[in-house]
DNA sequence: TGTATTATTTATCATTTGTAAAAAAACATC
DNA sequence: GATGTTTTTTTACAAATGATAAATAATACA
């Protein structure tokens, strides 16, 4: 985890990370709090598996998870999250569709979710909830887009230094097995890298 | 353009692709109507120009655009746009912040569009209009996160193998070295892979 | 038609990345 | 501390892709 700049800062949650995407009236976070759970997971424990409809938008109180697929031989990671994160499986959650993705713990976990209905509930009921969950959308959006830019401008090399910059803190607690998967390179190749040759 | 199977049926428009995100109410297609301007662009055109903010959200009435950037030697395609498709660079549309991409119609092409403002002002006006939006949304980072999953897990081969699965009817209207810039190769590379060698 | 321009292919060689197997290092457990 | 397991690195070789330059084909247009 981060140290917090001034640890008498509130600690960020699921609602004040949805109140930062779009400004909430006071019934919207009341109705928003009684739809919430919380949930721990161990390291190595699925938070969602293949063929599952994602059924749970998470906010990431504590722990460290990645989003990934495989085929028969190779495992491919489409991002990690940990503390404070928002995230789901777009499509299988928006359209209720099975997941092509799952989500593992990569460390003991703890999540604070919203069910998909009761979102989709409250999304009727609060305009303005509706308006932050879009943003969450765009936002998601835009992510992929710089993932996708990077992918074509980037090669290998460069794709590990622009991690080391963007997620340095993350490296201590990643694997490099995990880690070349999620660059879209071999392990043997991601030694390589960061040997320098 | 794909022959239409029944060319009694109705040309897509703006309006009825919005609508088929969601159910709009008679009220909001009225309004959305009344927001919708048209837009010709020659060959070679810009519908956005790098660091532009992009204030437009554009259905293609007829036509093929590219969104693409560039570094000081190259070029990258994100994707193409042809008949029927509804698109904008979300990024630089949603926080109207200087846009990473550009947009050029690959061939004369006539748009119908909304301005930000006027999509703004109906998404706070008509909740349905809202739904409508944040599902593209969701559609969008649907489709990026294909994009990433192809080029996480497949070879160069694989990609333009897919390329034809998917768009073979693009093929005639896109120019090998444009293709090349979207699967992240060079022309050299694509015209082995299409030699079968 | 002829010419210029652009797009595509071919050829050659360098570099990057993948595959497979083994060695080394780190970690866990008894 | 000894042992077994997992992770990471190293090595050697193969395959894919990039860079450059030249040849060919297609297109535009005067």
Redesign the pocket.
């Known amino acids: 985890m981060l140290p917090r700049a001034n640890h008498t800062l509130p600690m960020p949650t699921f609602v004040s990370a949805f109140c930062q995407l779009a400004s909430l009236t006071d019934s919207a976070i009341t109705d928003l709090k009684g739809m919430l759970h919380t949930k721990s997971y161990d390291k190595g424990e699925k938070l969602l598996s293949y063929g599952e409809r994602c059924k749970r938008l998470y906010f990431i109180d504590e722990g460290l998870t990645k989003t990934f697929f495989s085929n028969e031989s190779?495992e491919f990671i489409m991002r990690f999250f940990s503390e404070y994160a928002l995230f789901t499986v777009v499509d299988s959650f928006t359209a209720q569709t099975p997941s092509h993705y799952e989500i593992l713990a990569l460390e003991k976990t703890s999540v604070t979710y919203i069910n998909q209905q009761d979102l989709e509930a409250l999304c009727k009921k609060h305009h303005c909830i509706e308006s932050a969950f879009r943003k969450l959308l765009s936002i998601a959006t835009t992510n992929m887009m710089k993932r996708i830019s990077e992918m074509l401008e980037e090669?290998?090399?460069e794709r590990y230094n622009r991690f080391l910059r963007d997620n340095g803190q993350l490296l201590q607690r990643i694997?490099?097995?995990?880690l070349?998967c999620y660059l879209?390179?071999?392990?043997?190749?991601?030694?390589?890298?960061?040997?320098g040759?």
Chains 1, 2 share one sequence.
């Open positions: 190779k090669n290998a090399t694997s490099l097995g995990d070349s879209g390179i071999t392990q043997v190749s991601l030694s390589r890298i960061r040997s040759k």
